[in-house]
């Protein structure tokens, strides 16, 4: 049961650069989200989605593109990094009533130089 | 406005010693409150979610809607209790559209 999956594990990208963050859930759950863990901020939310084409604004969504074309996926994309986003980012997914506990992925460490 | 407020970003004791991580929210409704602990470069998992009444590796958890708080209890730390823990809150686990708010953690350290 492999649950929320996250590509690469670590990243280091130049300043201008783009990348996607791959995001896979094989849970079947509706909600999935992407955060950000800096020292000292906790957990920052980007953006989430309630399922299948729809998408929203979390605290934090500037820089950040998201899409959720399947149930499955839900990739995150940079498209002109900054080194404000050096960051470790963490998908996450859950369900609704008595599975409404959330899951996360291993995360992604990323560098912008 | 949600919030989830964790007024200690460190917290040191030593082995056998109670352990009272704080947890203070602010929602208007009925939210489902959480604790998640991550282990050092681990991802996060569930550790107490309030509407479970339970305790995981003697930890307990009880929601206080008069106090607004959800404080996380050991009355015996262990060494390998030590790890950050964030105290998290979201909207009625019906509905599907509300998002998991976290606070900004508090990392426990146990010293034998």
């Known amino acids: 049961n492999a649950g929320v999956t996250q590509t690469p594990k670590f990243q280091v990208l130049k300043t201008g650069q783009s990348m996607t963050l791959q995001c896979a859930q094989d849970m079947n759950h509706e909600y999935m989200s992407w955060y950000r863990q800096d020292p000292g901020m906790g957990l920052r939310l980007i953006h989430y989605s309630v399922g299948a084409g729809i998408t929203d604004q979390g605290e934090v969504p500037n820089g950040y593109n998201v899409s959720r074309s399947t149930t499955e996926d839900f990739p995150l994309r940079l498209l002109s990094a900054a080194p404000s986003q050096t960051s470790v980012y963490f998908c996450?997914?859950?369900?609704?009533?008595?599975?409404?506990?959330?899951?996360f992925g291993a995360g992604t460490r990323l560098s912008v130089l | 406005a949600q919030r989830v407020t964790q007024p200690e970003k460190l917290l040191s004791v030593f082995k056998g010693a109670p352990v009272e991580l704080k947890c203070n929210y602010s929602y208007s409704g009925s939210p489902e409150l959480f604790w998640y602990v991550q282990y050092s470069r681990q991802r996060l998992q569930l550790l107490l979610r309030?509407?479970s009444r339970e305790s995981i590796k003697g930890f307990t958890a009880d929601l206080n809607k008069g106090e607004t708080s959800f404080h996380l209890k050991k009355p015996f730390a262990q060494e390998e209790d030590s790890a950050m823990y964030y105290c998290a809150l979201s909207g009625p686990s019906q509905e599907a559209g509300t998002a998991l708010i976290f606070g900004k953690g508090t990392t426990l350290s146990v010293s034998s």
């Open positions: 309030h509407i």
């Open positions: 996450a997914s859950r369900g609704t009533g008595a599975k409404n506990i959330q899951y």
